[in-house]
């Protein structure tokens, strides 16, 4: 009875939200970079004093300003450092090395770091989130929530510095810092143990209260209470029945989490000696090194629009399949 | 489906018609300490059909979620027994409960739209229950009467009309082929032709399949024709019709329900125990009042039809519209017209499935149209969920078929309608109060509910609250989708009695969206027959049904006939 739809019909449309929705979250990153650029600027001193050797006049400062382009206005500096962005050039930095060739070793350190411990957090959070709400109000949903919320407050370091006493310092089961490989990465997966778990802890604390408030609001629904009159098992209607209408509120929670972790890794980093972009934006942001530090948060930036578009894909999937 | 008619029980002692259920002297309590059920009996035998009657509100949801083991939250067993299947379901432990239930024991709710998952297939619904892996979800659709299950068992219960979805929570109940079935209300909202095939449906389960059915229902012709045995709950409360003014002698439904409703059910339930029938002469008796008052409808829209011809510009114009879910889906509308001029009431009827509802989310702006236009007062309406401007909003209001749905469940009544007073900005907010009680008062409903929660009210109430809710907009156009479906009779037609008065005052125009012809008949000026996403017939009620031109249309009437 239905005439054949042509195949594009429905797939144009889609797509053309897809790319206005690109659109919008690239704006937004360059409207962030412009931030980053400006507060870099407003930091005492420039990336041509931080750098500066003993001994040097104001002449030779100024030379290097004009080198380093730093005498030219901050429009201009950021409309040229913007150029380079759809071609892949972040830029010089103030040691006059490409900004990319800075960054392509420790980058993808911090992402498998930072990879590692959100899935991870995934996994921690979910199953002991959905084993709470399998059974509320008794010792184990009342012990899980208790220890997230107090988990939650830990900063990183304090988890970090923790870790390192118990596992490393006492114990000596696990390297505490760690030593990196020919190829600038960690020699070894035991020197990645600690540092996921540092990052891993709080953000779980967080997510597993997401997962349990989401499960119990999705329990809400009146085809829970169907399935369980019709006799399925409580694990049946947790995965079928209620955890579908949670996991738009979960997805969103674990994207928010990823932020957390990037800026979590230049702390845990930090204490643990490895070698990630968390470490080159902290001596970045000493020597007033603005590419440098818009490079990084451009790559970061990039990263979360990512995870959050899955997230808002996870969402559209889940509402789309009540119409 | 092969049910085992001769299938052993262990809980049969020999007798080939011991009960299957037992309810004894059951009284449930609210929270409050209102009674929902008071001194209640039931018995459900193997091969037969129990109807319980009663207005809404008595009780017969509470009496049907008891045999379940599972009370609606909030309520307590404050006396009496519940056996089913030789177990006391109300102290059965978790685990024997939910075998029970899984493999035994079916309850269908009143409300199968929210019943069932919107993130599962029809196909996967059907299957979770399925007694053995061979089961074929699109037999059991077929059994049911669901005509085309095989396209339908691949979509989600969102892509399926009101009629449908109830269909397939009943396949999804029978998959498990249960001993016992208890129904709430399984026939509300369906056109009278389906509601005597799902009637017909049910006799053959019990009689063939020997399965224990209760059901409640308030179609007292059904019950009259198809119920081995009738219990009737709050039968003593009489139904006042509401007047012109809007407000009722005294609020029928109230907490007197509660005390009066109660006794005279603990007497013909207690009959009802120990006779096998008693159906045929209450049965006729309501349908008999039901005859007249719509009789009387009927003379006063009479004077109403004149104005409608004499209007030029429509208030509401609906042009060409057409929507198709997915990709490559058959259209669910398909260049639907409609024009409502001001202060008409206009019918819009057609079989399950045939696209009503989604005609009405496309006028208020729920759904995205693929083409077509829409308009108030000639100026064009944003087609989507977007871009309208409030008082454009303000100016249509939907009721829909699924009051809970409908209704924010964290809001007391009062919030509920005092809300379109401000958003609206109808009343400075210290008169809010005031033209919340008047509105429900003019509802039928006692003041004293705009405390209560949604989960308080039967369904009855909740779909008056949700009346009052888009009556406090102040509306130009009401839209009505088969509002009355989950109603009494008597509560039914003081509803539609309340928005014929108000519409004879210069209130909103209205647009009827029912499979029940005689409502529409009675009460529109012009009609639109909508079969399979199309316009089939559309002119002046009287021309329409009189002389149907299209078959789909003389169907639904000859459905009509035979139905009542």
Known sequence: MAGPLIPGGAVAPALARLGALLLKRAALLAALLALV???????????????????????????????????????????????????????????????????????????????????????????????????????????????????????????????????????????????????????????????????TVPQTGWNIRIVRAALADAARAPHVETAVLDGLSPHRVLLRHVLPGALPAIATGLATSTGMLLGGAVVVETVFNCPGAGSVLASAVTDRDGPVVAGVTALAGAVITVVLLLADLVRDLMTGGRR | MSHRPGRDRDWTTGLPDAPAARVTGLTVTSAAGRHLVREAGLTLRPGRLVALTGPSGSGKTTLLRALTGLLPPGTARTAGHVEVLGHDVLAL?????????????????QDPASGLNPWMRVDSLVRELAADRSTDPVALLDEVRLPDGARLSGRRPGALSGGQQRRVALARALARRPDVLLLDEPTAGLHPGLRDEIGDLLQHLAREHRLAIAFSCHDAGLVGRIADDVVRLGAAVPHRPVTAAGRPPAPPGAGATGATGADGMAGTAAAADTTDTFDTAGASGAAGTAGTASKTSTASTTGTSDTANTTGVPLLAVRDVSVTFGRGAAPVLRDVGLAVAPGTAVGVVGASGCGKTTLARVVVGLQAVTAGSIALDGVPLRPGPRGRAREQRRRVQLVTQNPL???????????????????????????????????????????????????????????????????????????????????????????????????????????????????????TDTVTVLDAGRVVESGRTADVFTAPAHPATAALLSRAVTGR
């Open chain 2, 93 to 109: 432990p978790q685990r024997e409960l939910r075998a029970l239930r899984r493999d035994r024991l079916a309850h269908v709710g």
């Open chain 2, 405 to 523: 749905g409908a209704l924010n469940p964290s809001r007391t009544v009062g919030d509920t309608v005092g809300r379109p007073l401000r958003l609206h900005r109808r009343r400075p907010a210290r008169q809010v109060p005031a033209r919340v009680t008047e509105l429900l008062e003019q509802v039928g409903l006692d003041p004293e509910y705009a405390g209560r929660y949604p989960h308080e009210l039967s369904g009855g109430q909740r779909q008056r609250v949700a009346v009052a809710r888009a009556l406090a907009a102040e509306p130009d156009v009401l839209i009505c989708d088969e509002i009355t479906s989950a109603l009494d009779g008597g509560t039914a037609e003081a509803i539609m009695d309340l928005l014929g008065g108000l519409r004879a005052r210069h209130g909103p125009a209205l647009v009827l969206i029912s499979h029940d012809l005689p409502l529409v008949a009675d009460r």
């Open chain 1, 37 to 199: 650029f400006v507060t870099v600027e407003l930091l005492p001193g420039d990336a041509a004093s931080a750098t500066a050797e003993r001994g040097e006049g104001a002449a030779d400062l100024a030379r290097r300003r004009a080198l380093l382009g730093l005498d030219r206005p901050l429009a201009e500096r950021f409309r040229h450092w913007m150029t380079g962005l759809p071609a892949g050039n972040l830029g010089t930095s103030a040691g006059g090395e490409p900004v990319t060739s800075l960054l392509s070793g420790p980058f993808p350190n911090t992402l498998l770091l930072g990879g590692l411990a959100l899935l991870l957090t995934a996994v921690l959070s979910l199953a002991l989130g959905c084993r709470a709400a399998l059974r509320p109000g008794r010792a184990l949903d009342r012990t899980v929530s208790g220890t997230a919320t107090a988990v939650l407050a830990l900063p990183e370091f304090v988890v970090a510095v923790a870790l390192v006493l118990v596992l490393s310092l006492w114990t000596g089961w696990l390297p505490a810092t760690t030593a990196t490989g020919a190829d600038g990465s960690p020699a070894s997966w035991r020197m990645l143990v600690l540092p996921v778990l540092a990052l």
